[in-house]
């Protein structure tokens, strides 16, 4: 019998606990958790029954042909089930096949994955022993494209393909939300400007914005809501791409901090807002990009620069906070039509590294990040296959980078002839001793474990149109990229 391929992870995550640190991943329709310490792997989500494995077999091989749309209420008891353990009525094969979008909180405690066909946030609490526990799910109107926690821990911030930012509480309260109505008769809030009265670029964008939320809000008088507690914070005039929250001292002599949402979309905007509770005010834009934006960088160790890339084959570097571009760095050495799926940033010891993977390469470029916000251009290292996501574990001076062990290396839509010997989905660096910034492969037992381990198996047989329907899911940025034409 042919040996099968490995699915690849499509998000990997180090979550750092008080008690023992754990790797968190998504590969297919499925999480996982693993012991940091020894690659050991501790529990899957969903578990499929028993009986249920010939199914499971079969939805690996690819989205169905249709998706049912999932209700907030049609799995509202399946909370109640531990990771692992499922009421009779969820033993059918799920109705996602992948899920693009997993965060953790800075605690540790908990984690956030969007599941993408239902369109579904999901909140788990991650046990003691590596078990997801199911606290919540909530199905938004439209697919979210980007995901992140608040600081504090508390807020989900959600961008959507529509446009629109919302916030959620991290955990659901105990009273039945109510949602609330526009009392029939008042007269809701216009913008007191007109593009009469308005004549800067700057400011008829963001009077275009407050017309849009109040339309919006007229809208929304006689029409129901989402059964949950939201909010609608702003919005964008296109597909909202990445979401960052900053906070930053009010001034140098003050320890008060200011929050800000970031945000980017498909027409090269970069819009700069006021946090939570006055996220209708737009402090700036950061514009400069010619295409697409599909990733935001802000480091932790420097939250005053902001690092972003999509559809042009450079990085921008901003003081974003003054809406003010710092540098262009170019990714290729010519005019070649590239795409920014990744970009992370990791301390280790004085180093300060940002590392960028391109669309469909296997090359993880690295830069490091200068006191005066500039990148500099360092060895790249290079993996087996094409990058997917990256971890760091900076006490160990460590990367962990999840591959595409499934397509040729720098190639999108090409499979390999047959399932490398032994499969890879983790590689694993150390910066070399007495270097500035060079790289050498860490043979851990982590890797080695997690790697022959391996994930939910996808058949070496699999259909032309499977194998279309699977390459998209993983490579999907082509979209964003605008016809000759489409502006106008």
């Given at each position: ?10 998000c ?12 968190v991943?998504?590969?297919?329709s499925?999480l ?26 079969q ?9 049912r ?16 353990q ?5 033993q ?16 540790g405690?908990y984690?956030v994955?969007?599941?993408?066909e239902?369109?579904?946030?999901r909140v ?16 938004m ?13 508390s807020t989900?911030?959600c ?9 959620l ?12 109505r ?9 913008p007191?400007a007109?593009?009469l ?7 008829l ?5 407050q ?5 919006e ?11 949950f507690?939201?909010?609608l ?7 909202l ?5 900053v906070?930053?001292p009010?001034?140098?002599s ?16 970069i819009r700069?807002?006021?946090g ?7 402090e ?12 935001l ?5 420097a939250?005053?620069y902001?690092?972003?890339?999509g ?11 003054e ?17 920014v799926h990744g ?9 300060r590294?940002?590392?960028v ?10 830069f490091?990040?200068?006191a005066?916000?500039?990148?500099n ?17 900076e006490?160990?001076?460590t ?8 397509r ?7 499979w ?14 150390r ?23 391996g994930?939910?198996?996808?058949p ?6 499977q ?13 964003l ?8």
């Amino acid at each position: 019998m042919a040996a099968n391929f490995q699915h690849p992870f499509q998000c990997l995550q180090f979550v750092e606990r008080p008690s023992a640190n754990l790797l968190v991943g998504s590969a297919g329709s499925k999480l996982y958790s693993y012991s940091a310490e020894t690659g050991q792997q501790l529990a899957t989500w969903p578990q499929a029954a028993a009986s249920s494995d010939g199914a499971e077999a079969q939805s690996e091989q690819g989205p169905p042909e249709k998706k049912r749309r999932v209700s907030s209420g049609s799995r509202a008891n399946e909370a109640s089930f531990p990771a692992g353990q499922t009421s009779e009525k969820s033993q059918a094969p799920p109705a996602w096949s992948n899920i693009p979008i997993l965060t953790s909180t800075s605690s540790g405690e908990y984690v956030v994955a969007l599941t993408a066909e239902d369109k579904c946030i999901r909140v788990f609490q991650l046990q003691e022993d590596g078990t997801f526990v199911q606290l919540s799910e909530r199905v938004m109107h439209k697919r979210p494209s980007a995901i992140i926690i608040t600081s504090d821990d508390s807020t989900i911030l959600c961008g959507d393909k529509f446009g629109d930012v919302y916030s959620l509480p991290l955990i659901p309260g105990d009273e039945p939300y109510v949602a609330t109505r526009v009392p029939r008769g008042a007269k809701l809030s216009q913008p007191a400007a007109t593009n009469l009265t308005v004549h800067t670029k700057g400011n008829l964008r963001a009077l275009e914005q407050q017309q849009r939320l109040s339309s919006e809000a007229k809208a929304a008088e006689d029409k129901s809501g989402l059964a949950f507690e939201h909010n609608l914070l702003l919005g964008h005039v296109s597909l909202l791409t990445d979401i960052a929250y900053v906070s930053l001292p009010v001034d140098a002599s003050s320890s008060k901090k200011r929050s800000y949402i970031l945000t980017a979309d498909r027409d090269e905007h970069i819009r700069v807002s006021r946090g939570l509770s006055q996220a209708h005010v737009i402090e700036n834009y950061c514009l400069g990009h010619t295409s697409f934006i599909s990733q935001l960088c802000v480091p932790h160790w420097a939250p005053e620069y902001l690092v972003s890339g999509g559809g042009d084959n450079y990085l921008l570097v901003w003081k974003w906070a003054e809406g003010r571009l710092l540098q262009k760095v170019p990714l290729v050495d010519q005019a070649t039509e590239v795409a920014v799926h990744g970009i992370w940033a990791a301390s280790f010891g004085d180093l300060r590294v940002v590392f960028v993977a391109l669309l469909g390469s296997s090359c993880l470029q690295c830069f490091t990040l200068e006191a005066d916000g500039t990148l500099n251009s360092q060895p790249h290292i290079q993996l087996s296959g094409n990058v997917l996501g990256l971890t760091s574990i900076e006490k160990d001076n460590t990367v962990l980078v999840s591959v595409d062990s499934i397509r040729e290396p720098d190639s999108t839509q090409e499979w390999r002839v047959s399932p490398p010997s032994p499969s890879t989905v983790i590689e694993a660096f150390r910066v070399k001793s007495g270097t500035s910034l060079e790289w050498e492969p860490a043979a851990t037992s982590v890797t080695e474990t997690i790697n022959s381990t391996g994930t939910s198996e996808v058949p070496a047989t699999t259909a032309d149109k499977q194998r279309k329907e699977l390459n998209d899911s993983l490579y999907n940025l082509g979209h964003l990229r605008k016809r000759k034409g489409e502006d106008e």
